[in-house]
């Protein structure tokens, strides 16, 4: 099969009126007035962020989700994406699954595929994807945002995702039950975009916990020039892990990455309005601690034990 039939089998859907799909040398999106472009590129390997023998279905979900994951971020509104796709072989039934998987969440999300490239390689797989999204002007949530008193938000739940990995690498032992409960926030995560959508406005700051939630609250802080305080027991952490050893427990939570929820900052006068978006789109929210004025990142138990990790987070190099 060659590249054009390969496009045109399994990533050649129609697009919505207004858009220019595969088969030009470009794709076209239409900007909304008083709107502002929001843009975001991820890649993933082979080897390096998923597993050779992972699903396909799943891995479709899941390059197209750690995208849409960064927009929630800014809380923007999902426009559409391209992919680029480098394979050692056409396996179809690989590319039938995988593309199944990529157009279910973008269906769900109203972020049509318009575009893109697919190339062989001598390597492993590689996925990339870039997404566009749209904020008013002036209001996307941004790192460097978070204010002194402002409350630390996390949506969804923190940890299974990183002990499904460590199961799946043999790092711990071997649990078929802990397994079953754990994988799917590893391979098919679920980003709260429509709720992130109507942040602006009430948070101040946010990002996406992909590394780990220390590391990446940690960049909120360093761009806001502040601090933060967080206690341990009020993270959302996921109920299948809860019974596993305390250490394992505050690793996952901490430095666990493959999250793609939320870490956002937001006015405590604000807390009532955010509980009840929370609910009108169905995302758990947990408020975990608070922004300082002073440096530094501390971690207590509610009893004022400190907890530290000797893991901040996920490393690219």
């Known amino acids: 099969m060659g590249e054009f039939d390969l496009i045109a089998r399994y990533f050649s859907r129609p697009v919505p009126e207004g858009y220019l799909g595969a088969g030009d040398d470009c794709a076209l999106l239409p900007l909304r007035p008083g709107r502002q472009c929001v843009v975001s590129t991820d890649a993933l390997i082979e080897g390096r962020h998923f597993l050779p023998e992972v699903d396909p279905l799943t891995l479709g979900h899941k390059s197209l989700a750690v995208n849409l994951s960064d927009l929630a971020a800014m809380g923007a509104t999902p426009s559409g994406c391209v992919l680029a796709l480098a394979l050692p072989e056409v396996d179809e039934g690989w590319l039938s699954q995988f593309s199944e998987g990529f157009y279910r969440l973008a269906n769900e999300f109203d972020c049509p595929l318009i575009g893109g490239d697919t190339t062989g390689t001598d390597h492993g797989i590689m996925i990339c994807v870039t997404v566009f999204g749209h904020v008013t002007p002036g209001t996307a949530l941004l790192r460097s945002a978070a204010q002194s008193g402002d409350d630390i938000w996390v949506t969804g739940s923190l940890g299974a995702a990183h002990i499904a990995l460590k199961l799946l690498q043999g790092a711990l032992p071997h649990n078929d039950s802990l397994l079953a409960k754990t994988r799917p926030m590893l391979e098919q995560p679920c980003p709260p975009c429509l709720f992130a959508a ?38 959302p952490i996921d109920p299948a892990i809860r019974n596993l050893s305390e250490e394992t427990v505050q690793e996952a939570v901490l430095s666990g990455g493959d999250v793609y929820q939320l870490c956002f900052t937001a006015p405590p006068k604000h807390r009532d309005a955010i509980e009840t978006l929370a609910q009108q789109f169905h995302t758990e929210v947990s408020r975990v601690g608070s922004i ?22 996920y490393q690219h190099f």
């Open 292 to 313: 300082t004025g002073g440096g530094g990142l501390l971690v207590e138990t509610l009893d004022g034990r400190r907890v530290t990790c000797a893991n901040m987070g």
């Open 198 to 235: 109507q942040l602006p406005g009430l948070a101040h700051a946010a990002l996406d916990i992909s590394d780990g939630f220390l590391q990446d609250l940690g960049h909120i802080i360093k761009a806001s020039q502040c601090g933060a305080h967080v206690i341990f027991d009020h993270l």
